[in-house]
């Protein structure tokens, strides 16, 4: 595997929500996002089976997002992964083995695509197979997110590094 070739991409159709705080569907001009709230953290989770290329480094998270109404402000999203095995409990599931925050600015004009990348982030020795579990958080609560309104994400892709 050549190190930035593409793992794995979600679109917010592959979004299995949490029971709670989860962020919600939506449309814009034709195109379906995720609505992430400025005053609740809420997360979207996807899962997919790490491919036969995986070479067992760490992950770089890319999200491709805009702002529902935001000229202005910085917004501040957390990627976690969690390595599923054979004989997990799915109504106990373990804690992350990865986390990555990452910060970013609004786009100058509402609807503009911004693409925002994490800093490497761990898979916890995962393997080519397994199951793995991404979860997407907007930390809305931080001080640092100032961004006001809703952040409209389009897509996540994990690329080895």
Known sequence: MASGDSLLLFNPLSNRPPIADYASVDLRNGFVVLDFD????????????????YGGGSLLASLTWTSST?????????????RLNSGENLDA????????DATAT??????????????????????????????????ASTGADTLVGDVEVVSLELREV
């Open 38 to 53: 400025d005053a609740t953290n809420e997360k979207a989770q996807f899962h997919g089976v790490i491919p036969s290329h």
């Open 70 to 82: 935001a000229t202005t402000g910085d917004v501040v999203f957390r990627v976690e992964t969690t």
């Open 93 to 100: 599931l373990p804690a992350a083995d990865g986390s990555a």
């Open 106 to 139: 609004a786009p100058a004009t509402s609807g503009q695509l911004v693409v925002t990348e994490s800093s490497p982030l761990s898979v916890g020795g995962a393997t080519a197979g397994e199951l793995l579990l991404v979860s997407l958080v907007r930390l």
